[in-house]
């Protein structure tokens, strides 16, 4: 498949480990904030979401912090595994228009 | 299940030619968006609709247009393809305020 970016900001985590990818957005007056995952060759894939009005969200394996005051955005994944290697993008909405979407960080997973 | 599906999903053309992608969805969604996913640059949106009837330009619309006639599918139509319009287009849909579910991807070459 075709790599979506050569350069990436890149994280490389041994398998096991926990991993942590940040985001900072842009807008104040967003309110709503999605992390996607896209692997190789397919399309982003919804990971999770969070609203303005929470600071953190738990799914399976996937936790997402909301930081308002410094307009930051981070996704955590426990125990990362060797599919987990993707490029990962945060998402905004700022409102009644599309959302914004960072550049992505691509997940590198050692065995 | 619901489902958001692009066709073809791989496409050579040459230049000058007009080319039409399409995306389908299931969701009964009545936002649906286009975006091109190029090396170094992220997702960039083309053209966008909020129901039938309803197109708007994104950052990246010239040589391109969309119509919406009905809920389910929004075209993109490459009016001349051009070789910087090589790229991997994807198509994604959502409700109001909500999770944007996106396509396989069409992988277009314009020689």
């Known amino acids: 498949g075709e790599s979506v970016g050569l350069h990436l900001p890149t994280l490389s985590v041994q398998e096991g480990d926990n991993s942590i990818i940040n985001c900072a957005y842009s807008?104040?007056?967003?309110?709503?904030f999605i992390w996607y995952k896209q692997e190789s060759g397919k399309g982003p894939q919804f990971i999770i979401d969070i609203r303005s009005n929470m600071d953190k969200r738990q799914g399976q394996r996937v936790t997402v912090l909301l930081n308002k005051t410094v307009k930051h955005l981070s996704l955590q994944i426990a125990a990362t595994q060797p599919g987990d290697s993707a490029v990962y993008f945060c998402?905004?909405?700022?409102?009644?228009?599309?959302?914004?979407f960072g550049k992505g960080t691509r997940l590198s997973v050692i065995a | 299940d619901a489902e958001i599906t692009q066709s073809p999903r791989h496409k050579i053309t040459e230049t000058g030619r007009q080319v039409t992608l399409a995306c389908h969805q299931t969701?009964?969604?009545?936002?649906m968006f286009w975006y091109r996913q190029d090396l170094g640059h992220g997702l960039r949106l083309i053209h966008y609709?909020?129901?039938?009837?309803?197109?708007n330009k994104g950052e990246v619309s010239d040589g391109y247009s969309v119509s919406r006639s009905n809920t389910e599918d929004l075209p993109l139509t490459l009016e001349s393809a051009a070789s910087s319009q090589t790229s991997v287009y994807f198509c994604?849909?959502?409700?109001?305020?909500?999770?944007?579910?996106f396509g396989p991807g069409t992988r277009l070459l314009v020689l």
């Open positions: 969701w009964n969604h009545n936002n």
């Open positions: 609709s909020y129901g039938v009837q309803d197109t």
């Open positions: 807008n104040s007056a967003s309110d709503y």
């Open positions: 994604a849909s959502s409700g109001w305020g909500e999770t944007q579910y």
């Open positions: 998402a905004e909405n700022p409102g009644n228009t599309p959302l914004v």
